[in-house]
C-alpha cells in the first residue's frame, strides 16, 4: 500500500491546505471577537467621555448661572443707589429754591418784621427764661430791635390767655459784635444766614436757634412725607 | 470506534470542499491572464501589462508581500475589474484580493486606503449581479468585508442598499451566508440583516441536523454567534428556536471549528436564564465534560471547555434551588431535570420539612389524581386537569430520593398514605410508571441497616 512519491506529496499538500485553511477560519473568528470587543470598549469610552463633558457643562451652567444673579443684584443695588442719589438731589433742589425764596423776604420789612416778632415769642415759649439775649444778622438789627416790646407784649398775651399767668422777661440784644453771618449772595463763600434769630441765655448756656436756615431745614423734614408724594408717587 | 469513523468521514468530507474550492483558485491563479491583449486595444498601458506579468510569475507569498508593499499594483489590478474584461480576468484579480484578504484581514485597511471607496462601491456592485455565480460570490463578499472594517468610508445609504439588494445577487447560498457574516459584524445594520426575511430561512435551514455540509453549518453557527452579542438578539434567536437548533447541532457535531464557535455562543447566552435553561436541559455539562477527553488540534479548545464548565457550575448552583422546585410543583407539571436528581436531593432535602412537607403532600396528591384519572377513564371524559406520566415518574423518583434520605422519611410518608397508591402504580401500563414506582417502594420499605447501625 505504499504511495508513490507524488501521491504522498499530494496528500501532504491537500493535508497542509487544510490545516492552514482551518488557522485561516479561526483567525477570522478572533477578528470578529476583537472587533466586537473594541466596539464595546469604545463605546464605554465614548459615554464616560459624554458624562465628564456634560457634568463639565452643567458645572459651566450653574456657575454662569451665579455669575448673572450676582450681576443683576449688584445692577439693582446700583439702581437703588442712582434713584436715592437722584431723591436727594430733589431735596436739595428744594432746599436751594427755599433758601433764595426765603432770602429775599427780608427785603418786604413788614413782613419780615411780623415774621421776627412771631420767632422772637415761639423762642421765648420755649426758653422760659427771664433774662435773654437775641442774636442777629447785622442788617435785620434795626428790625430786630424795634421788635422786642411788641414780642414781649404778644407773649405776655398769650401766657395769660393760655396759663393765666404773667412772666417778666428781659430781652436784650447782643451788642458784642456777635452778629450772624450775613445773607447769601454770590459773593461771600462762607457761612451765610438767611435771617432770624438766636436767642440765648446770658451764660450762653441754654441756645435757642430761629434762624431761617434751621427752620427751613425742619420744615422740609417736616413735609418730606408730603414732598415724598407729590414729586415720587408714580400714581 | 464508530464515533471515530464518523469524525473522519466528516473530516474528509470538509477536506474535499476545502479541496475543490483550493483547487478552484488555484486553478484561476495559475493561469496567466491574456494581457497581451489588451496591450493591443490599449485598454491596459505597457507598463501596466510588465508589472502584471511580473507580479503573476511572483510565488504566493511573493505576491502577498509585494501586493502590501506596492500602491501601484493594487490600483493597477482594481482598474481590471470593470467589466468589459473577460471573465477569467476579472476572476484571476477577485481570487488575488480574496486571498490577500483571508490571509491578513488587516489589508482592508490598506486597500481602501490606496483605493477610492465609490470607485470600489461601483465596480463591486456591479460585479455582484455577474452572470458567473464565483465572481458574484467574491464581489460581494470582498465588498461586505470593506463595509465591516472601514465602514466610515461608505454611507448608511449606500449600505442599506446592499443588504436590501442581497436577494438579488446572483450568489451561491454559502456566498450569501459570507455576507451576513460580513454585515453582522457590524452592530449597526444587525437589526437590518436580521430582518431579512431569507436570512432565519438559511440559518434554520443549515443548522438542521441531517444537513451534511459542514461548511455551511460553521457559518450559520458563526452568523448565530455574531448575534449573541446583543441580549435582544437572544431573545429573539430563543423564540425562534434557533438555540435549540445550535444546542441539539452542538451535541453531535464533531467539527472542530464549529464546536469552537458553539462554546463561544454558550459562553453568551448563559446569563440569560431561559437559554440557560435549554442548556440545562440539554444536558450539555455532561456533553462538555465528555469533549474535554476528546483530540482537538486546536490546544485553546480545551482550556475554552474547562471555562466554560466552571462558568456553568456557578451558574447551576444558583440556577438549582427549592425555590424552583416548589414553583415547578406549584405549577403540576414535573419534568426530569437537573431538580430531580440525587445530587439536588442531597443538598436540598432538609427544606421539604417546610410547612409541614407541604411539598411532600403535593406529590402524594398528584400520585392520588393520577390513579384516579386512570381509574375514572373508562367512565367519565372529564380530562380538564390530565396528568400526564412523566410527572408521576418524576414525583415517584422524588419520593423516593426523599424517604431514603430525610431521617424520619420513612414515618413521614406513611402520613400521607403513600405506600398504598405506590403500589397500585406498579401495576401501571406505562413503563416509566412502573420502573418509578418500583425503585421508590424500595426505597420506602427498605432500611439502610448498616448506617442506622453506625448511627448507634
Known sequence: MALDDAEAQKQIQQMVNFILNEAKDKAHEIEAKALEDFNIEKLRIVQKMKEKIRLEFQKKAKQMEIKRSMS?????????????????????????????????????????????????????YYMQEPHVIIRCRDVDKAIVESCFNEAVQKYNDKLKTKFNITKN?????????????????????????????ILSTPNRKINCDNTLDVRLKLAIEYCTPEIKRMFFENA | MANNNDGIS?????????QKNEILHDSI??????????????????????????????SKKEKFEYFKE???????????????????????????????????????????????????YSYLMKLCTHRDTYISDKSSFLLSGSFCYNNNNFTETQIKDFILKIDFFNITEEGKMDIYINILKIDYYRQDIYELEEFLIILTKNLELSNNNANKQYKS??????????????????????????MNLFKKCKVEKIIRVCLNIIKNILHMDDCFEIIVDNNIIQTLTVLQYDKWRDNDIYDNIVQLLHKLDQRVKNYSNFERYCHELANGKLKWSILHTEKFWLENVMQFEKNQFKAIEQLAEIIKKYIECV??????????????????????????????????????CQNFNIKENIMILIAMKDRDIVREALLCAQKIMLNNWQSVSSTK
Open chain 1, 72 to 124: 443683576r443684584s449688584s445692577a439693582i443695588n446700583k439702581a437703588r443707589l442712582k434713584k436715592m442719589c437722584a431723591k436727594d438731589q430733589v431735596f436739595k433742589e428744594i432746599y436751594k429754591i427755599s433758601s433764595e425764596k426765603l432770602a429775599e423776604l427780608y427785603k418786604d420789612k413788614e413782613k419780615y418784621k411780623n415774621l421776627i416778632i412771631d420767632l422772637i415769642v415761639q423762642s421765648l
Open chain 1, 169 to 197: 422777661v428781659k430781652i436784650e440784644l447782643d451788642k458784642s459784635g456777635n452778629y450772624l453771618p450775613p445773607p447769601p449772595s454770590n459773593d461771600n463763600e462762607g457761612k451765610s444766614c438767611l435771617g432770624g434769630i
Open chain 2, 10 to 18: 466528516v473530516i474528509t468530507k470538509f477536506v474535499d470542499t476545502e
Open chain 2, 29 to 58: 491563479l495559475n493561469h496567466m491572464p491574456c494581457y497581451d491583449k489588451y496591450k493591443e486595444i490599449n485598454i491596459l498601458s505597457a507598463e501596466d501589462v510588465d508589472l502584471l506579468k511580473k507580479f503573476h510569475d511572483l
Open chain 2, 70 to 120: 506596492n500602491n501601484e499594483i493594487v490600483i493597477i489590478l482594481f482598474n481590471c475589474l470593470q467589466t468589459d474584461f473577460n471573465i477569467h480576468l476579472i476572476q484571476y484579480v477577485l481570487t488575488i484580493f480574496y486571498e490577500i484578504i483571508r490571509n491578513d484581514g488587516s489589508s482592508y485597511s490598506y486597500v481602501l486606503s490606496v483605493l477610492d471607496s465609490e470607485n470600489l
Open chain 2, 221 to 246: 453557527v458563526f452568523c448565530v454567534w455574531l448575534l449573541t452579542f446583543k441580549d435582544s438578539f437572544i431573545k429573539k434567536l430563543y423564540k425562534c428556536n434557533i438555540i435549540t437548533l445550535v
Open chain 2, 375 to 412: 381509574i375514572n377513564k373508562g367512565d367519565a371524559k372529564n380530562n380538564n386537569e390530565e396528568i400526564d406520566s412523566v410527572t408521576v415518574a418524576v414525583a415517584c423518583f422524588d419520593i423516593g430520593e426523599f424517604a431514603r434520605l430525610y431521617p424520619n422519611g420513612k414515618k413521614i
